[in-house]
């Protein structure tokens, strides 16, 4: 009985010398750690100004200012939210159809300023078309669709004519005609006219949000994220009357240039041969 308790109590003596043991080893840590030089931390941030104040310093800085946007403005019939994709098509084309109408009063002035003759006006006008091309083809080409119908009613609507009626009035009615029978194949109709109150309230809501100047505000709102402004390469035509007429009366310089060459080409291959 008596060694056994030998072995219990030397047992517990044991235990006690190691547990001893590994306090001694933990307060050699501490104290080591506490010997070491204290890590800096990386100072981040900028340095604020300040003053001082009776005494007291007094610091000060200066925060950029933050809109506040609800969450969609709501319309008669619903969010604005849900019409995301017109918003976004219109935010895309509604430029064009500005830059459209710009150029067309431009037209229109040179037109009443320099035609005279049916045939000025046709070469005037071909030469147009065939600058809008230059200028305009690749990004239509990258337009959806819908795209290009929401840009059609918004033509008609800064312009005050159909598609249908502008190209009949500059070209002729079967150029019209044409590209009627081309604009059905994609469903949609060039004779149709922009209806402000009813088929075309919505457009004519977005339109008076851009003419208000809140439409980036707007834009926010809708997407949490600014408008991509569209990038037009140039708002105004290089053609002219008259630039036809030049181009006319060098190719006639030319060609009589040419054949007073020939001639006299011609005429020292014959002295050559007597």
């Known amino acids: 009985m008596e060694q056994k308790n030998f072995s219990i109590f030397a047992t517990v003596k ?18 080591e750690g506490k010997d070491r030089p204290k890590r800096v931390r990386k100072v981040t941030g900028y340095p604020m100004y300040y003053e001082v104040f009776d005494g007291d310093t007094v610091f000060f800085d200066s925060i950029d200012p933050v809109w506040c946007f609800p969450r969609g403005r709501k319309m008669k019939n619903g969010d604005w939210r849900k019409e995301y ?82 190209i009949k009035e500059y070209r002729s009615g079967f150029s019209a005609n044409f590209w009627q029978l081309v604009a059905k194949l994609f469903g949609t109709n060039l004779k149709k006219k ?9 457009i ?40 036809r007429e030049e181009r006319r009366t060098r190719r006639d310089k030319e060609a009589k240039e040419k054949g007073m060459m020939q001639s006299a080409l011609e005429a020292a291959r014959e002295f050559n041969q007597e």
């Open 14 to 31: 044991r235990t006690m010398l190691i547990i001893l043991s590994l306090l001694t080893c933990l307060s050699l840590f501490a104290q």
């Open 85 to 166: 994709k017109l918003i976004y098509n219109f935010n895309k084309v509604y430029p064009y159809a500005l830059v459209g109408r710009k150029m067309m009063h431009q037209v229109d002035s040179t037109i009443a300023a320099d035609v005279s003759k049916k045939n000025q006006r046709n070469a005037y006008t071909r030469d147009v078309m065939f600058e809008l091309f230059r200028i305009f083809e690749k990004d239509v080409r990258n337009m959806t669709v819908t795209q290009g119908m929401v840009l059609m009613r918004l033509v008609d609507r800064e312009c005050g004519m159909s598609c249908y009626e502008i």
């Open 194 to 202: 922009y209806d402000p109150k009813g088929e075309d309230k919505k």
């Open 204 to 243: 004519e809501q977005l339109v008076g949000i851009w003419e208000s100047g809140a439409w980036d505000m707007f834009y926010y709102s809708v997407f949490f994220d600014y408008p991509k402004k569209t990038v037009i390469k140039a708002d105004e035509l290089k053609s002219t009357v008259k630039s």
